[in-house]
């Protein structure tokens, strides 16, 4: 073949294989940390496609449930029993991006999680926690599951930024006293309520 075919040629090709690669057309899901963008940081919902933002930790737990019929988006959290650790980030977590950070820092906040028992084995008890950084943390908070969604709360005092921007952590796990639990939730939302204190 000449040389004035094959190049061409070649480069139509590797184009094609290109275009191919990045799927433009594609639907391109959320992921990474929750960030407010143009919307307001100190009142943050992470719900439907958002809730792909969620990561799993050091386990295999998280399944998000696509939308079916009147059904929204939900994230399914799954714990074995075996599963024991305290840090939120080894576990099913949201990472807030330094925007939400920024806003949400030295101040009281409120998280609300509206989720559900589900599953074969469902969950009767979930638990969370909110992270600033390893010395400050809410604790993990407890609350009694049903089979309906519901809104649970707890507020939390954050500590002063410092001299430096990161990230926070909310992570929420079902209660596993035995074999496994599974829990539903389907949204979160993050917002404060005092204003910032300089």
């Not at 576990?91 to 074969?120: K, T, V, W, Y």
């Not at 909110?130 to 809410?138: D, I, N, R």
Request: charged content about 25%; glycine content about 6%; hydrophobic content about 40%.
């Amino acid at each position: 073949m000449r040389d004035r075919l094959f190049f061409p040629l070649a480069f139509i090709l590797a184009s094609t294989f290109i275009f191919l690669a990045l799927q433009p057309f594609a639907e391109r899901l959320p992921s990474g940390p929750v960030s407010a963008g143009v919307g307001n940081a100190e009142d943050a919902t992470v719900r439907d496609a958002n809730l792909y933002r969620f990561q799993p930790g050091e386990f295999e737990s998280i399944s998000i449930l696509p939308a079916s019929g009147e059904q929204p988006v939900l994230a399914r959290l799954t714990r074995p029993a075996s599963e024991d650790y305290l840090d939120p980030r080894r576990g099913p977590h949201l990472i807030l991006a330094e925007d939400i950070e920024f806003a949400m820092g030295n101040r009281q906040i409120q998280i609300d999680i509206e989720a559900r028992s589900a599953g074969d084995f469902a969950a009767s008890q979930f638990e969370a926690n909110y992270l600033v950084k390893p010395e400050f943390e809410s604790g993990w908070r407890t609350f009694n599951l049903t089979p309906e969604f519901a809104t649970y709360s707890f507020t939390y005092e954050t500590p002063e930024l410092g001299n430096s921007f990161g990230n926070d952590f909310l992570g929420i796990r079902p209660v596993a006293p035995d074999k496994r639990r599974v829990m539903e939730v389907r949204s979160v939302r993050i917002h404060t309520l005092t204003p910032k204190a300089f």
